[in-house]
């Protein structure tokens, strides 16, 4: 008999498990928020399944950013004020972008997976930004860093 290694539940499985108290809460209706906490559930998990991870410098920083991506997106759903919920939501979306660069270090101890863990992530990205882009008084912009350009191109040099 061949034994198989446990896996994390994909993240529908995991929502449908919720208990009540998580599910009971207006902030479930968040998917940016439910994506959040899958990712630190999925890290938690990692940690317990492979010990080479815990030898990792990188650790102790992935653990606080993804933390503080669930807990900045709480934090700004329960402000009143439309400031106060733009900034916490820029908080998450640091915390996730700085996720995403911790992952990259750890692709030795985590291989392929690095690429789902991502891929969380960056959807939680992209659901941040529209909620920054849709609650920004000043409407749409690019102070977030995530227009459709490339870089841009280099200006040329002056003629010498």
């Known amino acids: 008999m061949r034994m198989t290694q446990p896996a994390m539940l994909d993240f529908?499985?995991?929502?449908?498990?919720?208990d009540e108290a998580r599910t009971g809460d207006p902030l479930w209706s968040v998917q940016?928020?439910?994506?959040?906490?899958?990712?630190?559930?999925?890290?938690?998990?990692?940690?317990?399944?492979?010990?080479q991870l815990g030898k990792a410098a990188a650790l102790d920083q992935l653990t606080r950013a993804l933390g503080s991506i669930?807990?900045?997106?709480?934090e700004g759903y329960s402000r009143s004020?439309?400031?106060?919920?733009?900034?916490?939501?820029?908080?998450?979306?640091?915390?996730?972008?700085?996720?995403?660069?911790?992952y990259d270090t750890l692709r030795i101890e985590l291989g392929d997976l690095?690429?789902?863990?991502?891929?969380?992530?960056?959807?939680?990205?992209?659901?941040?930004?529209t909620t920054l882009r849709r609650t920004r008084p000043e409407g749409p912009s690019?102070?977030?860093?995530d227009s459709d350009q490339r870089s841009p191109n280099p200006s040329p040099r002056p003629s010498e």
């Open 12 to 18: 529908s499985e995991w929502a449908q498990r919720a």
């Open 142 to 145: 690019v102070n977030f860093r």
């Open 114 to 129: 690095i690429n789902d863990r991502q891929a969380t992530l960056i959807q939680v990205r992209r659901l941040l930004l």
């Open 81 to 102: 004020t439309l400031a106060d919920r733009v900034r916490f939501y820029g908080y998450a979306l640091g915390s996730t972008r700085e996720a995403i660069a911790w």
């Open 70 to 74: 669930a807990a900045n997106i709480a």
């Open 32 to 51: 940016a928020y439910r994506l959040g906490l899958y990712a630190i559930e999925c890290h938690t998990f990692d940690r317990r399944e492979n010990t």
